[in-house]
């Protein structure tokens, strides 16, 4: 079953046209992987996911229903939660902290209509969270920063994950990490859609990740959708080729262009 | 790697709090220190400690919103001017509706408790139309806080000699010094300390246990992941600079009911005595970190200093140089304690 369906997405920047009415369908439950190459247009359709940018043209529909975007908050009122390249963490504030922050859990009463913080309610539902993801932090209390680069990426993932009702949406989320950060990270992926039933879209442009994790992939090319493929069914090789514009399904950009000349 | 990191996260937050530990620490060795070398019965005297207290509120006022603001990653420099600014206003306002001058005994004034009421609202409303030209500026036209407050600094003070024609404005109600400024609560504490520990005591709530203090705290360590999650960063830095404006025009009437007078030349060192208060707090002037305990501290060891200065009968103008040392003593260990962690 298709969760997400974005048909026909376009976008343009002054002179350059990131995207070029590309499709993109993710179905439920799955981690779907996006690639391609720079300049594909990865992160402009993930910003038109997440609500960051609208698009000049085409639509996007949640669960068969059609939705438009107007900002991050209507993304996350709809259940799609994005984890930012830079992970977007305050540095200064714990993990419970940011995993709530901008939805801070006040308490019951008076207190909490004169906006008192409900902290024990953040810090425990903070661990089970991260606890459900088998994350190990040192300890609830230490600033964010002081962690390590798969910590904070964990810390990040667990906030889309405990927000996320539908679809997590990771852009490039291995590319500062280390080899075992990164293994750690990509089980955490796995893990978040197995535990949670939502669907995780994952921009990266390192394949060999894609395949390990994905169950589907989406091959962007020059603004537009090149291939779609199951990762059970591809190879390093077919991949290589798609994001070079080389071999594959032609219809897509042959359906593309005939767009462009109608 | 986690026992490691276990490691380091117990030596942190041990750190942080050796810190608070390390200014308390220097605050309690100049009380001993004055205390020791000062003629018995001076220093810590009942009516010396409420001289301190005294002369330590209305920065203890000011610093506590500057608490805030640096920690959002904001800046005020105007909040002398914007002081005197309002306490010209009050001043008028109060003699307007009073009546002044030699007729009028102290206990002839008309509508005394109309005209502190009128003097205090427009105090406060004059503070806060400075927080909220301060935050068109910096908001709006994207002025940088350093450049926007700087103008606001001169602009406000040249206003209030506008206003005031260049003079102070004295001839305030007798009852307003005498009851509140020089008067004691109960008659047992003096009232601009009652102000200053209330206001204090509220802002500190506020950051510490509020989600209004979280997010004071998230803007200041990353504005844009503040945006992200929803945080509305705008609407928040206005509400803060408001709030200092507010405090400012707080201040003014303290220092009215002190001084009898809206003064124009005090005030002017006001915002750079105030952020160092707060430094020496241990709240990082790039925003993200700072607690208030360290602010109180940071406010009473120059007021310490130069109250002890005066009973040995050591030139004040040592204070300054004094607290100065104490802003690198304080950012210098902060420094070191930095370096010793995880760079961020």
């Known amino acids: 079953m298709t969760l997400l369906a974005a048909r026909g997405i376009r976008k343009r920047y002054g002179q350059v046209e990131a995207l070029r009415g590309v499709d993109l369908e993710v179905g439920d439950g799955e981690v779907h992987a996006l690639i391609g190459d720079n300049g594909a247009g990865k992160s402009t359709l993930v910003k038109t996911l997440s609500g960051v940018i609208s698009p000049d043209a085409g639509e996007l529909e949640l669960r068969g229903a059609k939705v438009h975007f107007h900002g991050p908050r209507d993304a996350q009122g709809a259940g799609i939660e994005t984890v930012y390249q830079d992970l977007a963490l305050a540095p200064s504030l714990d993990a419970g902290a940011n995993i709530f922050l901008g939805r801070e859990p006040l308490r019951g009463g008076v207190r909490g209509r004169l906006g008192f913080l409900d902290r024990s309610r953040m810090r425990q539902e903070a661990s089970v969270a991260l606890a459900d993801l088998g994350v190990e932090l040192p300890s609830l209390e230490a600033e964010v920063g002081t962690m390590s680069g798969g910590q904070r990426q964990a810390v990040a993932v667990a906030r889309a994950a405990v927000w996320g009702t539908a679809l997590i949406v990771m852009d490039e989320p291995t590319a500062a990490l280390g080899v075992r950060q990164t293994e750690v990270v990509l089980s955490l992926i796995r893990r978040v859609c197995e535990q949670k039933g939502v669907s995780v879209l994952l921009i990266s442009h390192n394949m060999a990740h894609v395949l390990e994790v994905a169950d589907t992939v989406t091959v962007m090319r020059l603004g537009r959708r090149a291939a779609v493929r199951r990762a059970a069914d591809t190879s390093l090789e077919e991949l290589t080729l798609l994001m070079a514009g080389l071999g594959g399904d032609a219809e897509p950009d042959a359906e593309a262009e005939a767009e462009d000349e109608r | ?344």
Do not use: C
């Not at chain 2, 390390?22 to 309690?28: D, S």
């Not at chain 2, 506020?206 to 929803?230: C, D, I, M, P, Q």
């Open chain 2, 1 to 344: 790697m986690s026992a490691l990191s276990t490691v380091r996260e117990r030596f942190f937050s041990q750190s942080r709090r050796s810190e608070d530990l390390t200014i308390g620490i220097i605050l309690l060795a100049l009380v001993v220190a004055f205390w020791i070398l000062s003629p018995p019965g001076s220093f810590l005297s009942v009516a010396n400690i409420k001289n301190i207290g005294v002369d330590a509120s209305e920065l203890m006022i000011l610093s506590a919103g500057m608490t805030l603001l640096l920690i959002a990653g904001g800046l005020d420099l105007s909040i002398g001017s914007v002081v005197i600014f309002a306490a010209v206003l009050s001043a008028k306002t109060i003699n307007a509706v009073a009546g002044t001058g030699p007729d009028t005994g102290p206990l002839a004034y008309h509508h005394l408790g109309l005209a502190i009421a009128a003097g205090v609202a427009v105090a406060i409303a004059s503070g806060v139309a400075w927080g909220l030209f301060n935050s068109f500026v910096i908001l709006r036209l994207k002025v940088p806080p350093f450049i926007a407050t700087l103008a606001a600094l001169g602009m406000a003070l040249g206003l209030a000699e506008v206003i005031s024609s260049g003079t102070n404005v004295s001839g305030l109600p007798l009852p307003l010094q005498e009851d509140f400024g020089l008067g004691e609560a109960f008659g047992i504490l003096p009232w601009p300390i009652v102000t200053a520990a209330a206001v204090t005591a509220v802002l500190w709530v506020l950051l510490s246990k509020t989600r209004f203090g979280l997010r004071t705290y998230a803007l200041g360590a990353n504005v844009e992941s503040a945006r992200r999650a929803g945080i509305r960063v705008d609407r928040h830095m206005l509400t803060l600079y408001v709030l200092m404006g507010a405090l400012a025009g707080i201040v003014s009437v303290v220092d009215i009911a002190r001084f009898g007078t809206a003064t124009l030349a005090a005030h002017s060192q006001d915002a750079l005595s105030a952020i160092s208060a707060v430094v020496i707090g241990g709240t990082s002037l790039f925003g993200g970190r700072g607690r208030m305990f360290g602010t109180v501290i940071g406010v009473l060891i120059p007021a310490v200093l130069l109250n002890g200065f005066v009973i040995l009968q050591i030139e004040s103008f040592w204070q300054n140089v004094a607290v100065g040392a104490v802003l690198i003593v304080a950012v210098y260990i902060d420094q070191l304690r930095r370096q010793a962690g995880p760079s961020t």
